[in-house]
């Protein structure tokens, strides 16, 4: 080893005994920091990650290599020192590795060199530092397949140019294999080509798996040609006489079994998914144990079918492999019950017309375009999820993200590939199961208890006792014990709780008998699962029916086997006219909000005109509201006192569109929520916030271009759209868990009563950054002549402003103390039943926007070409998941995706940061050499040789 070392010393010295090393190492950096900053537009991107330093690296990789290599053995034969070297008391084989070390130190050298990139993006954003170690990884592992081609071809010829030229070449072949454009060629023998290929190999560590098939596949690239290289060394001694032959023969026998194995270990490995290591943060490309827990709790077979056609658009090619292995995962960790396949239906007409016929699965049309022309391919890219009955279609619309580049291409690349699984998986596993199966799966019985004072019981419900006894016994009988039934006096001497105590625990309160009577009752029912205790109260009436729904819904609630239900109100769509008169579409509409809250949940519209929310309704979400009487305030009163969730959208503000001008404007909301948010210790100011860190808004600019008007649109800082990045969500709160930024529009700052939550858990969701202000004017047209930075004046103090927040506890109700006799058209049972405190379970969320989830906003967000308000659609998912206690998903739904938005640079900020990493690179660079000079002043140039023998 020591005579290697000195091989490789000796090297080195060469390389910087000249400024070659240098040029080559320093033009490596600079291209390197040029793509970075440049080609790639790292700022332009906005996101803190490294992407674009490894996205070019392999074709700078196989320059910087080739440029290495081509003079270690091609310049010592033109020289006559070969001769030298392969007399010398050296094994070839150390030849060979002390220079394989010299080239892969330097190759070292230049990759360490760019560690000021990562370092500057991970000072300025939350940088994952899992991918940047794979990318590094990579790196390494793909120069030494490139190094060891280069040093291969430098034997074989004695010209450098020569093997400059064929390094390149050879290194260029290698990495284009597997590229999208020759798969997408060759697309019958894609997996084989991708198999093949080192750049698809490199695409794969790069993301932050070390896989170990990856690593064997390197291994073999570098070790089959440093092999060929001794053997190509060992031949220059060979003579081509028979007395040599067999020795010949030897060892090119020797070389293909080397081969055949590694090319077997290879053909091994290839079909093991399992053997790899997730470095992302949240280990996003693994499968999470909520995942897991779910695939091991099912009773029924699962079948995942991708259905992907071979011929697809070439952005979507690359996606496949991820895909098929990601299903892979799925398949093994069902263990026997998940069957997992990728399909092409273009190759099989019966899978064709399954698909068609069976699930309404079609082909999707894509444009590709081409040099000379422009083609349309049908093709699929959809994922099938069948379990029993049910079955959910994930199309490539929700599988997909798509980046715009600066030059005018996109970035297409999965979204959270587990999360959309998962979430499709658990709304067909759930939509599947029965109320037997959800006690059958109970780690403890059900327990449920009526508690009733028979004595003083009202005459108008003698009979709800009986009813409660039937239907618990009847849901009792076939449980095998999982559900229990129990009938308590809570007032009855020696009863097992007080009525102190069930107030303590469970928030109840008995009934007033009538409205002047000092006699109370208790009719109420609870329903305890473990540590989970549910107050259940039966919705229309107390039927049979009624009481059964409750029960069932109850169960259904404690249970992880049930798809929820959200109920979601929001204002009535009503279709405007014109200015002509004409009849168009409403403006104002919440389609999109049900549409994305629909893939995990049964979604129902709630009328509240009744007085009351339907019992097995597990949150419900308020979009503006408004308009409301007192009967409606009563019922999500009620809702709330019963420990249920509500998330309010609650802004003091509604967006109008004026028929005429077609401009925005602003309306104060009648008959909202405004006085109830207040009683329970949220109030909505009247003022709105305006923020110097927004959402740009889209308007159109008409210019002459050559004596013609040419209309574009143009982004103009809009201070009533409030961006709200990281620095500004709660750091320890779920709901915001992985959100990259919320953008609320015409938000009302809204102020928590600390005395009247004292006792309740509250948190701040969301704040405006300390530069914002207030605006008491409902004037939304900005003026950029008088105000040329923000379109309206800063006024009054800035700071930060509270603008939505959530609150757990128990509640009084708003109703308290009221007589509910002049609610006209409540019912009187509800009246009479009126609860006046929440258990602690009960949750409120306030944003104070009415408009951060129209679809006018998202219209209008989208004027840009942009997806951002597919953020506050996210916010509302994590807001309901949390609602429900749905933290599994909401978990996977974060995991890996904390927010890697860059904050906003000035251009000279931007430049600096571009400046530094130039100087810093640089100058370190002149140091290594600096050094690595004084040394050698004091070195042997030919440590192998004895000092006579120096020439």
Do not use: C
Not at 56 to 72: D, E, K, S, V, Y
Not at 330 to 353: K, R
Not at 810 to 839: M, V, W
Not at 887 to 896: C, E, K, N, S
Request: glycine share 8%; hydrophobic share 45%; net charge negative.
């Amino acid at each position: 080893m020591n005579q290697t070392l000195s091989i490789t010393r000796k090297e080195l010295a060469s390389y910087f005994g000249s400024p070659m090393a240098l040029i080559f190492v320093g033009v490596f950096l600079a291209a390197t920091l040029f793509t970075f900053f440049w080609v790639e537009t790292f700022f332009a991107r906005g996101i803190a990650d490294v992407r674009p330093l490894f996205r070019n690296m392999p074709l700078l990789l196989i320059f910087l290599t080739a440029a290495l290599t081509m003079r270690q053995w091609s310049e010592e034969e033109q020289s006559g020192a070969l001769e030298i070297l392969l007399t010398l008391p050296v094994q070839g084989w150390q030849l060979v590795l002390g220079k394989f070390l010299a080239v892969m130190a330097l190759v070292l050298l230049a990759l360490a060199l760019t560690l000021f990139l990562p370092l500057t993006v991970g000072i300025l954003g939350n940088l994952d530092w899992g991918p940047v170690f794979g990318g590094y990884v990579a790196a390494i592992l793909l120069a030494a397949a490139y190094t060891a081609i280069g040093l291969f071809i430098s034997s074989r010829t004695d010209n450098p140019l020569v093997a400059l030229i064929l390094t390149g070449l050879a290194g260029g072949l290698l990495y284009l294999v597997g590229t999208r454009s020759v798969v997408d060629f060759f697309s019958g023998a894609g997996d084989l080509l991708r198999a093949l290929g080192a750049g698809s190999r490199f695409e794969s560590i790069e993301r932050g798996v070390i896989d170990l098939r990856d690593l064997i596949y390197y291994g073999t690239i570098t070790a089959l040609f440093l092999i060929l290289n001794m053997v190509s060394l060992d031949s220059k001694r060979w003579s081509r006489g028979q007395r040599t032959l067999s020795y010949r023969r030897g060892v090119w026998i020797a070389v293909a079994l080397v081969l055949l194995n590694l090319l077997a270990l290879n053909l091994w490995l290839h079909p093991l998914h399992g053997l790899r290591l997730d470095l992302t943060a949240g280990r996003q490309y693994s499968l999470s144990q909520p995942t897991r827990d779910l695939l091991n709790s099912l009773s029924e077979p699962l079948l995942i079918r991708a259905y992907i056609s071979q011929r697809t658009h070439p952005l979507l090619a690359p996606l496949t492999p991820t895909i098929a292995d990601m299903l892979r995962e799925y398949e093994i960790a069902g263990a026997g019950q998940v069957t997992a396949e990728v399909v092409d239906p273009i190759s099989d007409p019966d899978i064709e017309a399954e698909a068609v016929q069976t699930y309404g699965i079609r082909p999707t049309p894509f444009r590709e375009s081409g040099r000379y022309e422009t083609s349309v391919i049908n093709s699929y890219f959809d994922i099938l999820i069948r379990y029993g009955d049910q079955t959910s279609i994930i199309n490539f619309q929700d599988l997909i993200e798509v980046e715009p580049l600066r030059d005018g291409g996109v970035d297409v690349r999965l979204r959270n590939l587990e999360y959309d699984l998962t979430r499709a998986v658990k709304k067909t596993v759930f939509g599947f199961q029965s109320i037997d199966a959800v006690l059958a799966a109970l780690d403890q019985p059900a327990q449920f208890t009526l508690y009733l004072t028979p004595n003083t019981l009202p005459a108008e419900l003698a009979e709800t006792p009986a009813i409660v006894r039937k239907v618990a016994g009847e849901i009792a009988a076939p449980s095998q014990g999982k559900f229990l039934f129990n009938e308590v006096d809570p007032t009855a001497p020696g009863s097992p709780i007080s009525p102190q105590q069930l107030f303590d625990i469970y928030q109840i309160q008995p009934y007033a008998v009538s409205l002047f009577s000092p006699d109370s009752y208790y009719l109420h029912m609870v329903l305890q699962i473990g540590d989970q205790a549910q107050v259940v109260f039966p919705s229309g009436g107390l039927t049979e029916a009624d009481v059964r729904g409750a029960i069932e819904s109850a169960l259904k609630r404690a249970s992880t086997g049930f798809l929820k239900v959200a109920g979601v109100w929001s204002p009535p769509e009503t279709p405007t006219q014109d200015m002509f008169g004409n009849m168009q579409q409403p403006y104002n509409t919440y389609r999109t909000v049900r549409q994305v809250l629909a893939e995990e949940y049964e979604v129902r519209e709630i009328d509240l005109s009744a007085g009351q929310v339907p019992a097995d309704v597990d949150v419900l979400v308020l979009l503006a509201p408004q308009n409301f009487s007192d009967v409606e305030r009563f019922a999500i009163d009620q809702y709330l006192m019963r420990g249920g969730a509500v998330i309010a959208s609650a802004g003091n503000y509604t967006a109008l569109v004026d028929t005429f001008s077609g401009g925005l404007a602003l309306a104060p909301v009648s008959g909202g929520i405004k006085e109830m948010l207040a009683h329970y210790g949220v109030d909505v100011a009247d003022t709105l916030v305006l923020d110097p860190q927004n959402e740009p808004f889209p308007i159109p600019i008409t210019r002459q271009v050559g004596g013609f008007s040419v209309q574009e649109i143009q982004a103009l800082d809009y201070p009533f759209f409030v961006d709200v990045r990281s620095d500004g969500m709660s750091k320890e709160h779920p709901i915001v868990a992985g959100l990259s930024a919320v953008t609320i529009n015409w938000a009302s700052p809204l102020f928590v009563d600390e005395a009247k939550n004292a006792d309740r858990q509250a948190s701040t969701l969301l704040s405006s950054t300390s530069g914002a202000w207030l605006r008491a004017s409902t004037d939304i047209t900005p003026n950029t002549d008088l105000y040329p930075r923000y379109g309206f004046p800063v006024e009054g103090e800035t700071g930060s402003r509270p603008l939505a927040v959530v609150i757990q506890g128990s509640f009084e109700s708003y109703f308290t103390g009221k007589d509910l006799s002049t609610l006209q058209g409540l019912d009187a049972n509800l009246q009479f039943n009126r609860i006046d405190r929440s258990p602690a379970s009960a949750r409120l969320l306030v944003i104070g926007s009415s408009e951060f989830l129209d679809d006018l906003v998202f219209n209008i967000s989208s004027g840009l070409g942009g997806d951002r308000y597919l953020n506050s659609l996210q916010f509302l998912q994590n807001a309901v998941d949390w609602a429900v206690e749905d933290l599994d998903l909401l978990g996977i739904r974060a995991r890996g995706a904390a927010s890697r938005v860059l904050p906003p640079l000035e251009e000279s900020d931007q430049t600096f940061w571009e400046v530094l990493n130039y100087i810093l690179a640089l100058a370190a660079l002149g140091v290594i050499a600096l050094v690595w000079y004084l040394r050698r002043s004091n070195e042997q140039p030919f440590p192998l040789l004895p000092a006579s023998e120096w020439k």
